[in-house]
């Protein structure tokens, strides 16, 4: 069964609006970690926010937020005021103990 | 500087031609691990290492061995290539046990078998 899914395999934004990236996931363990990478075109992952299974608030890092539902298990990425550069590929991935499991990625296109 | 480096960055070999990717680590970290990601799979783990001598499989271990003698380094190899190990592969380092830590990945090597 997949751990991490990822339904948009592409998505389009104008410059100054504002995204949201879909992430589900499926786990039994009560203790987990939720992470968000951007992938830009020259191939490096890129951290960009962590929520953890625990945490009471959405993790928030500048324009990039979490919008985590535990009982939907959902956990995703809201980027304010999109840029030229944000246009890239978003992974979410799930860490159980010692394993970080990834979706199969989000295709973002930032429109000037 | 923290970082996790790869080497080489682009590679291409023919089949058969034993391979050795490296990887080190300057962060003291006990997690290390390989990914390779291929388009519309993601990134998906190959094997693990949570300290030195001790390894383990991912989801997609066949046609790959590692080594984990050091700490800082944890080489992937290829003893045998062929054209479907062709893909991008990163490696990644992180503190063990709990949930919230961050991955650090490496910039990534591009390999390709014919």
């Known amino acids: 069964a997949q751990k991490i899914t990822q339904t948009q395999p592409g998505m389009f934004v104008q410059e100054k609006e504002a995204v949201t990236l879909d992430c589900t996931y499926d786990t039994s363990d009560p203790s987990y970690g939720l992470f968000w990478y951007k992938q830009p075109s020259s191939g490096e992952m890129i951290f960009l926010i962590y929520?953890?299974?625990?945490?009471?608030q959405n993790a928030t890092e500048g324009r990039y937020s979490l919008n985590f539902q535990k009982a939907r298990k959902s956990a995703n990425l809201v980027i304010s005021a999109s840029q030229l550069g944000d246009s890239a590929m978003y992974f979410c991935a799930m860490r159980e103990r010692e394993k970080l499991v990834f979706g199969k990625g989000t295709k973002l296109t930032v429109n000037p | 500087e923290a970082q996790v480096t790869q080497n080489p960055r682009y590679l291409i070999t023919v089949t058969g031609k034993k391979l050795t990717v490296t990887c080190s680590q300057n962060?003291?970290?006990?997690?290390m691990s390989w990914y390779r990601q291929d388009p519309g799979l993601g990134l998906r783990q190959i094997y693990y290492?949570?300290?030195?001598?001790?390894?383990d499989k991912g989801d997609v271990p066949e046609g790959y061995k590692v080594s984990r003698k050091e700490k800082r380094n944890f080489p992937l190899i290829l003893e045998s290539p062929s054209p479907n190990q062709t893909s991008l592969y990163f490696c990644a380092s992180s503190l063990p046990g709990t949930a919230n830590t961050e991955a650090f990945f490496g910039q990534g090597t591009r390999l390709t078998v014919v």
């Open positions: 962060m003291n970290h006990e997690y």
């Open positions: 290492s949570m300290n030195v001598e001790v390894t």
């Open positions: 929520q953890g299974s625990y945490d009471q």
